[in-house]
Antibody, heavy 120, light 107 residues
Framework: QLQLQESGPGLVKPSETLSLTCTVS??????????WGWIRQPPGKGLEWIGS???????YYNPSLKSRVTISVDTSKNQFSLKLSSVTAADTAVYYC????????????WGQGTLVTVSS | DIQMTQSPSTLSASVGDRVTITCRAS??????LAWYQQKPGKAPKLLIY???SLESGVPSRFSGSGSGTEFTLTISSLQPDDFATYYC?????????FGGGTKVEIK
């Protein structure tokens, strides 16, 4: 059974960089059938796609966040990572990683989510 | 960017009711639409993909329809476990957008 697990600091100071890693177990991240994404959800609000990456390293970002986002993949560790720079309180959210099906664009497996709070 | 508009934002219904949620895209997305269910404190769960395909393991009381810019999620007979928030999601050229969500509450 595929599992995804987010990890990283739960508290980040304003203007600093938020860094999270998603570890994939029970399957390989190196498949052309899937790509891997980050989605966030501010407390009490809806879902926002941050960006996605293929195992090859090809990336796709939400235009509204593109200038601050970097997503990378480490196939040797079966992990992919998110960096979001210059964070503010508006970036406080639960951050989810997910597997997306390349053709259908559906997110069929999700991590449990991790709350990241931006505060001094 | 493609915008997704869901309606209603909140829906009050009773067990056994037929429930319909609508999602509209700002431009045609063919059938590249998925629906998710989310309960408090949990990750979203995929229900429907490609507008009308039921994800494995999802009860048949859930169904999806539509194409182009207008889509619907229908729950044929609302069950106690179905009280949750529902999101639509479009997929277009590797870009993804979610709708604002519809909370289904107990009437």
């Amino acid at each position: 059974q595929l599992q995804l697990q987010e990890s990283g600091p739960g508290l980040v100071k304003p203007s600093e960089t938020l860094s999270l890693t998603c570890t994939v177990s029970g399957g390989s991240i190196s498949s052309s059938s899937y790509y891997w994404g980050w989605i966030r959800q501010p407390p009490g609000k809806g879902l926002e796609w941050i960006g996605s990456i293929y195992y090859s390293g090809s990336t796709y970002y939400n235009p509204s966040l593109k200038s601050r986002v970097t997503i990378s993949v480490d196939t040797s560790k079966n992990q992919f990572s998110l960096k979001l720079s210059s964070v503010t309180a508006a970036d406080t959210a639960v951050y989810y990683c997910a597997r997306l099906i390349a053709v259908a664009g559906k997110a069929d497996y999700w991590g449990q989510g991790t709350l990241v709070t931006v505060s001094s | 960017d493609i915008q997704m508009t869901q309606s209603p934002s909140t829906l009050s219904a009773s067990v056994g009711d037929r429930v319909t949620i609508t999602c509209r895209a700002s431009q045609s997305i063919s059938s590249w639409l998925a629906w998710y269910q989310q309960k408090p404190g949990k990750a979203p769960k995929l229900l429907i993909y490609k507008a009308s395909s039921l994800e494995s393991g999802v009860p048949s009381r859930f169904s999806g329809s539509g194409s182009g810019t207008e889509f619907t999620l229908t729950i044929s007979s609302l069950q106690p476990d179905d009280f949750a928030t529902y999101y639509c999601q479009q997929y277009n050229s590797y870009s993804i957008t979610f709708g604002g969500g519809t909370k289904v509450e107990i009437k």
